[in-house]
């Protein structure tokens, strides 16, 4: 007897593109929220068109620096040191200026 490898969570992937392109300026929680409404609206016409489908819109989320838009991260306990404290987040010098002062407040 052997092990045998089965497919599972067979689905479509419908990635849709912003017709406008991103600009520096651009503010990502619009972009976030036009590139919703264009998966939506792909979703309800594969519903309205193709017979036994279930179409949803799902997306992935990342906690961000409202500052530079990296990653969040921040130093851990393991990592901590005199100048650099625990929950200190290491992205960029807004946020580590802001954390500073709160932390002082």
């Known amino acids: 007897m ?6 599972f969570n ?9 017709p406008w392109p991103p600009y520096a300026n651009d503010n ?3 972009r976030e929220d036009r590139l919703i409404a264009i998966a939506t609206q792909i979703a309800r ?8 489908l279930d179409a949803a819109v799902a997306y992935d989320r990342v906690t961000v620096c409202s500052f530079c838009d990296h990653e969040w991260e921040v130093i851990t306990k ?8 625990e929950g200190l987040p290491v992205c ?10 709160g932390a002082r407040a």
């Open 10 to 18: 067979i689905r479509v992937v419908i990635e849709p593109h912003d």
């Open 28 to 30: 990502p929680t619009e």
């Open 92 to 101: 960029c010098a807004a946020a580590q200026k802001e954390w500073f002062a």
């Open 2 to 7: 052997t092990a045998v490898r089965r497919r």
């Open 78 to 85: 393991a990592g901590a040191s005199d100048d650099e404290p």
């Open 45 to 52: 016409d594969c519903e309205r068109h193709v017979d036994d």
